[in-house]
């Protein structure tokens, strides 16, 4: 779904046949402005967006951007104004707000964890671990954040996770039927295998044909061993209940990536608010 169809959807579910509070309050005529103001400190994420569903429902609202996506604000900070009609103002308020608040929370989340792996080679990725039909704003978000977005879907990265290799019989059974399959339908992509302990990476190892591992819950101790048992074969990605107080062990463990579900699945939104002025 691409971000146009998920406003014009998100309008439809939240208008319905017309903002009946609005159009009784408010002359059609009526002109007004507003301001986007921070109530929480953390990082701005969907200011992007706010300018496109703000166009997108009327192309006469002016926009005023303070704050650009990826900056780090504090409570009182205005972001942007919008201007116009003041029944279009108030009928994609909530919704600007639903997604920047939500937006915000991810990319402040996402921004904190970079913080804790500051000097290491590591990477932040995000997972598909996303609200439906949301994810293209949510791993939009992450990158807003400066963290790496991880496959996108089922289809555009091969991953091979425990359940595939216990459903396929072991790791060298998976990895061959992945081979058989690419080959089969004509497509080239990138493969990655999880592993959950030294004998299933051993298999891995002696097996190939990949690209990436993923140390599932290893401790960051046994994952220094596991990046030199790897160094120099196989893209590296530590993956599995990582925290803030554990992330920057697994960062200085060696591996290329860390993988971070909570970056979508368990975020707070960022407090904002849209106020007449």
Same mark, same amino acid.
């Given at each position: 779904?691409?971000?146009?169809? %998920?406003?014009?959807?998100?309008?439809?579910?939240?208008?319905?046949?017309?903002?009946?509070?609005?159009? $009784?309050? %408010?002359?059609?005529?009526?002109? =007004?402005?507003? /301001?986007?103001?921070? /109530?929480?400190? +953390?990082?701005?994420?969907?200011?992007? !967006? &706010?300018?496109?569903?703000?166009?997108?429902?009327?192309?006469?609202? /002016?926009?005023?951007?303070?704050?650009?996506?990826?900056?780090?604000?504090?409570?009182?900070? %205005?972001?942007?104004?919008?201007?116009?009609?003041?029944?279009?103002?108030?009928?994609?308020?909530?919704?600007?707000?639903?997604?920047?608040?939500?937006?915000?929370?991810?990319?402040?989340?996402? *921004? #904190?964890? #970079?913080?804790?792996?500051?000097?290491? #080679? *590591?990477?932040?990725?995000?997972?598909?671990?996303?609200?439906?039909?949301?994810?293209?704003?949510?791993?939009?978000?992450?990158?807003?954040?400066?963290?790496?977005?991880?496959?996108? +879907?089922?289809?555009?990265?091969?991953?091979? /996770?425990?359940?595939?290799?216990?459903?396929? +019989?072991?790791?060298?059974? $998976?990895?061959?039927?992945?081979?058989?399959?690419?080959? *089969?339908?004509?497509?080239? !992509?990138?493969?990655?295998?999880?592993?959950?302990?030294?004998?299933?990476? #051993?298999?891995?190892?002696?097996? =190939?044909?990949?690209?990436?591992?993923?140390?599932?819950?290893?401790?960051?101790?046994?994952?220094?061993?596991?990046?030199? !048992? %790897? &160094? +120099?074969?196989?893209?590296?990605?530590?993956?599995?209940?990582?925290?803030?107080?554990?992330?920057?062990?697994?960062?200085?463990?060696?591996?290329?990536?860390?993988?971070?579900?909570?970056?979508?699945?368990?975020?707070?939104?960022?407090?904002?608010?849209?106020?007449?002025?």
């Amino acid at each position: 779904m691409t971000i146009d169809q %998920i406003i014009d959807e998100a309008l439809r579910e939240d208008i319905g046949d017309g903002d009946h509070t609005a159009d $009784a309050c %408010i002359p059609a005529e009526a002109k =007004g402005k507003a /301001k986007l103001l921070v /109530k929480e400190d +953390g990082v701005i994420a969907g200011v992007e !967006l &706010a300018q496109r569903i703000f166009s997108r429902f009327d192309p006469e609202l /002016k926009v005023e951007v303070f704050i650009q996506d990826g900056s780090e604000i504090k409570v009182g900070d %205005i972001v942007l104004t919008v201007e116009g009609s003041s029944r279009s103002i108030l009928k994609t308020e909530r919704l600007v707000l639903n997604f920047m608040q939500r937006m915000s929370g991810i990319a402040s989340k996402t *921004a #904190n964890l #970079n913080k804790l792996i500051e000097g290491t #080679n *590591a990477k932040l990725l995000d997972t598909r671990k996303t609200t439906p039909l949301l994810r293209e704003i949510e791993k939009w978000a992450v990158k807003i954040g400066g963290g790496v977005n991880h496959r996108f +879907g089922l289809y555009d990265m091969v991953m091979i /996770k425990d359940n595939h290799i216990d459903m396929a +019989g072991g790791i060298p059974q $998976a990895i061959e039927r992945v081979h058989q399959h690419l080959k *089969a339908i004509g497509k080239d !992509l990138k493969i990655e295998i999880e592993v959950r302990d030294f004998d299933e990476l #051993n298999q891995a190892l002696a097996a =190939g044909g990949f690209h990436r591992i993923m140390l599932d819950n290893f401790h960051p101790d046994d994952e220094k061993k596991a990046v030199e !048992l %790897i &160094a +120099g074969k196989f893209e590296t990605e530590s993956s599995g209940g990582i925290t803030e107080s554990s992330i920057r062990a697994h960062a200085l463990a060696g591996v290329d990536y860390i993988s971070v579900g909570a970056l979508t699945h368990h975020i707070k939104s960022l407090d904002l608010s849209l106020k007449a002025v």
